[in-house]
């Protein structure tokens, strides 16, 4: 991924009241688009200070943010004295010292696009020097295991250009206030890997294939009358029924547990058909229940040539 960020031009505003005084702490793995990251969140209002040592963390976290700013801290592997499990604690013991807000956001990324990104740019990734680069990045996801598993919001950057990124950093930390959580939900096809964000993962490959139907095959989940050939199927309604059931169970427990921030994931075969039509009805029911709800479709979004941003991307903000 490009590390060039664009500015971000849509209700900046209140993106940038939402980081006023607060913290937000950027790591993951390398390549992953710590760089980009941090460029997205000056654009947004903060300070970024990059790779600084973790034995300066606490003092510079703790003084907090300047009046009316944000505060972003790039720290990974590369910063001098790093751990992971050290810089976990950190963050616990300032949490219980301090009243500052304060975000773990975590870049993950799939191997196989890690490893390619690092054979374009022929740049060595800091645990391959003296090894196989395959053997770094497995090292790395290793020891950075207690670090995804603690930090709050988790951004899998390996089907996203730098727009994309950009806009989903933003839709993120916007809603990091409103009391209920934002919703992500994600269309994809399992053949190309499932989402590393995503909370919870639900497979639709069993409802009947528009792809089989040579008049349905070119068109995509958005499009009316694959829709009406996938309710068709018997088990539709039993399906989608008991699907929001569950939903309506957990989105307040995720609440009550401090939860901001929810990926659902929908998979199916090729990414095209079921699963866009399923995260589309999706959303249409979450778009009462959540302080935002957002639409992807992460197999689309090359389908219209010559846009930035992706046009399979449905945002709905409530009021």
Same mark, same amino acid.
Request: proline residues 5%; contains cysteine.
């Given at each position: 991924m490009n590390d060039d960020a664009p500015p971000i031009n849509?209700?900046?505003?209140?993106?940038?009241?939402?980081?006023?005084?607060?913290?937000?702490?950027?790591?993951?793995?390398?390549?992953?688009?710590?760089?980009?990251?941090?460029?997205?969140?000056?654009?947004?209002?903060?300070e970024a200070v990059d790779?600084?040592?973790l034995r300066l963390m606490a003092n510079l976290v703790g003084q907090g943010p300047a009046a009316g700013r944000g505060l972003a801290v790039g720290i990974d592997i590369r910063t001098r004295d790093f751990d992971a499990d050290a810089f976990a604690e950190i963050v616990a013991q300032l949490r219980r010292q301090t009243s500052i807000p304060i975000d773990i956001l975590f870049l993950?990324?799939?191997? !196989?696009?890690?490893?390619?990104?690092?054979?374009?740019?022929?740049?060595?990734?800091?645990?391959?020097?003296?090894?196989?680069?395959?053997?770094? $990045? $497995?090292?790395?996801?290793?020891?950075?295991?207690?670090?995804?598993?603690?930090?709050?919001?988790? $951004?899998?950057?390996?089907?996203?250009?730098i727009h994309? +990124?950009?806009? $989903?950093?933003?839709?993120?930390?916007?809603?990091?206030?409103?009391?209920?959580?934002?919703?992500?939900?994600?269309? +994809?096809?399992?053949?190309?890997?499932?989402?590393?964000?995503?909370?919870?993962?639900? !497979?639709?490959r069993f409802l009947r294939n528009p792809h089989y139907d040579h008049n349905l095959r070119p068109l995509t989940g958005r499009d009316q009358t694959v829709g009406a050939f996938i309710e068709g199927d018997a088990d539709f309604t039993a399906f989608f029924e008991r699907l929001t059931d569950l939903l309506a169970?957990?989105?307040?427990?995720?609440?009550?547990?401090?939860?901001?921030?929810l990926t659902i994931a929908i998979g199916c075969t090729g990414g095209r058909h079921r699963s866009v039509f399923i995260a589309e009805k999706l959303g249409t029911w979450l778009d009462e229940r959540a302080s935002r709800v957002d639409v992807r479709h992460r197999e689309l979004q090359d389908d219209t040539p010559g846009s930035s941003d992706n046009p399979s991307t449905i945002r709905k903000d409530n009021p």
């Open positions: 849509d209700d900046d505003s209140a993106v940038e009241g939402s980081l006023a005084d607060r913290v937000i702490l950027v790591t993951g793995m390398s390549g992953a688009g710590r760089t980009a990251a941090l460029k997205v969140l000056e654009d947004l209002g903060c790779n600084l040592p993950d990324c799939n191997s !196989d696009v890690l490893q390619r990104r690092y054979t374009e740019t022929r740049r060595v990734h800091p645990m391959a020097s003296d090894r196989p680069l395959t053997d770094g $990045i $497995i090292a790395e996801r290793r020891l950075l295991a207690p670090l995804r598993e603690a930090a709050d919001i988790v $951004i899998d950057t390996s089907h996203t250009n994309e +990124f950009a806009r $989903i950093l933003h839709s993120q930390l916007a809603n990091a206030s409103a009391a209920a959580p934002h919703v992500q939900v994600v269309s +994809f096809a399992y053949r190309h890997g499932v989402p590393r964000d995503a909370d919870l993962v639900f !497979d639709v169970l957990l989105l307040p427990r995720f609440q009550e547990e401090g939860k901001s921030y």
